[in-house]
């Protein structure tokens, strides 16, 4: 039973489908725009180890907040420096500086990312960035500070492969098959696509293989969902 999955279409920035518009409809402050979990973080997989990412990644970040569109093209012109002491960064988290399988989180200690299978390490646009081919991802521990409920933001740089059609996660904190949590992938393919609890939007990204692109996703406690590339909102 239920409602039939809809197909990908482009999607353009703007609000997020509300709940439905009855007299039963549940008030915003019960339906809030992202339903926490207590799966942990992952970059490069879903939370079954699955949808792996391949390619290069490197400077994922999450806030718990939408960025405004000028703090993602400063991130988009490598200056991610420059918003490292921002309110709501949670996580950034580096690849200069492992230890064992730890990455460290330069925005919170307690929350470093650990590898998963096999992870390398190589030259990013700036600095270095993970190598994952498949057999690996990062992993970071459930906490309460990563159990958004209001807005997000999640942004990478990446270098994808040619993706299978079903796509990849980039940074995942959803249980699999469900909307709870939050997610930033690229299904279908190389493509661009978020999901939280209040909706979802996708967008015809097409990022090329072997060429590093940035790309982000935030949502507001309204509802507005928004996806950028390369710092321009699509």
Request: aromatic residues 6%; contains cysteine.
């Amino acid at each position: 039973g239920g409602a039939k999955p809809t197909p990908f279409a482009p999607g353009k920035p703007g609000h997020a489908l509300p709940p439905p518009p009855d007299d039963k409809a549940l008030p915003a402050d019960l339906f809030p725009a992202i339903v926490p979990n207590q799966l942990p973080l992952r970059i490069g997989a879903d939370s079954n180890g699955q949808n792996r990412f391949v390619g290069d990644l490197t400077e994922p970040l999450v806030f718990g907040r939408a960025l405004t569109a000028d703090e993602i093209a400063m991130l988009a012109r490598g200056e991610a420096k420059a918003l490292s002491q921002a309110p709501g960064l949670i996580g950034a988290w580096t690849f200069g500086n492992r230890q064992g399988d730890l990455f460290p989180n330069t925005a919170d200690v307690a929350l470093p990312a650990k590898a998963v299978g096999q992870v390398e390490v190589v030259d990013g646009p700036r600095g270095k960035a993970i190598r994952l081919t498949g057999e690996g991802y990062l992993e970071i521990a459930n906490a309460p500070k990563l159990n958004l409920t209001e807005a997000c933001t999640m942004a990478a740089w990446v270098s994808p492969k040619a993706l299978p059609p079903g796509g990849a996660r980039i940074i995942d904190k959803t249980q699999a098959g469900t909307s709870n949590g939050y997610m930033i992938d690229t299904c279908p393919g190389n493509s661009l696509r978020l999901i939280v609890e209040r909706g979802s939007m996708g967008y015809a990204a097409s990022l090329v293989p072997d060429q590093w692109a940035h790309v982000a996703a935030t949502e507001d406690a309204d509802g507005t969902e928004v996806l950028y590339v390369n710092g321009k909102p699509v």
